[in-house]
């Protein structure tokens, strides 16, 4: 397959045979399993608070390393410090991490790292951490919080997991990030064996139906390619647009619509998707949507469980987008999503066109968009923005 290739040009980023990708690369592991195992009860509350800050600052630490080193102590050490000093500056404002680290890690994505690589890494990683968790929670190690969904009296178990529902998604993640960094068509049978037997034994212990859905699409597509497909899947790039703005469409009008007169209908959405749509509609009607966005208050399953507070979140990335962050970083995700599926039209990249697709059909029932360390989107994104100021041929494959 034909695709757009760059070389770094003026740095090699190793000296002394000692390749300073490395620390980007470790960095962002480390920061992705943290904020995995984040999802679990593998640690205490409080351990899980001291290791968080740990982590945190471990990384921004890590990218100040690598930036110093990429600027070369120059004059562009300068614009080091005013992106990390605009980026504390932001922080401090919107008192958020994950808007800082999803900055540091695009603004530092190494211009000869090719993210396929990095995604091979990252899945491996996952995987392990995935099913050691899960034994954790079959030895009764760990909690294996349990949830009772009275729509229609089932019984769903957490394996280990916060809940049920990041149990689920968490490994259609883990799939989503597989299939983009491997060809579907170079897949061996017993994979495909333990794909099947994986989302069979997570349905029946979560009955996250959505995840399910969503990996069972991906297991049709997965075959097609084995069997010899040859189709361009050309409609994958307008289709993160159309994808894009008809979840945004429908999330801003079901917010809109039920903030003022709730009926029936909202009482049964709202239990379809496990009181969703209610705690959405309820942070609509308090911060309400503006350019800037709002310092908001949420609780997760987790703090929920542990001090007996009620689970308020906003599980829709889009509408988390326009209240947390405000309609100019809304219109920059945008951009954003656009451009790099445009870039993945031309690299000729079918399988980052499909996984932004997935993102944008994922964030109508999750926040995930503006998580870098769920969103490997955001990864793709900055490959393609260094792809910029770099040369680049059409051969196939990165070079560092």
Known sequence: MEMIVYMEKKFSYSSGGLNFNIIYRFSYILYVLYAFINTTYLFEEHTAGILSQLVKYTCILLLLIYAFYKFKFKKNVLLGIIIFGGIFFINAVLNDFSLVMMLL????????????ILGKKIVCVLLFTYIFIIILAALGIINNYVEYRSLDNTIRFAMGFV?????ATYFLYIVLIAIYSWEPKS????????????????????????AMIY????????????IGNKRKYEFFYPAVCIAFLLMMSLS????????????????????LFSSRLGSIVNFYNEYGINLLGNSIETHGIREATMHSVKWAGIDNSYVYLLIKYGMIIFVVFFVGF?????QMKKRKDYLGALYLVFICLIGLTENV??????????IIFASTITCSYARYIYKGGYKE
Request: with cysteine; charged share 15%.
């Open 215 to 226: 990996e069972l699409f991906l297991f049709v597509f997965i075959i097609s390619e084995k």
């Open 369 to 378: 968009m503006c998580k870098v360390e769920i969103n490997y989107g955001i």
């Open 252 to 271: 801003i009008m079901v917010i809109i619509f039920f903030a003022d007169y709730q009926n029936e209908w909202y009482i049964i959405l709202n239990q």
């Open 163 to 167: 809940s049920p529902n990041a149990c």
């Open 105 to 116: 890690f695009v603004v530092f994505f190494p211009n000869n790292l090719d993210p396929k």
């Open 338 to 342: 656009i451009y790099t599926a445009r």
């Open 187 to 210: 897949w061996k049978l017993y994979v495909l064996c333990l794909y099947i037997f994986m989302i069979s034994y997570i349905y029946v212990m979560t009955d996250s139906r959505m």
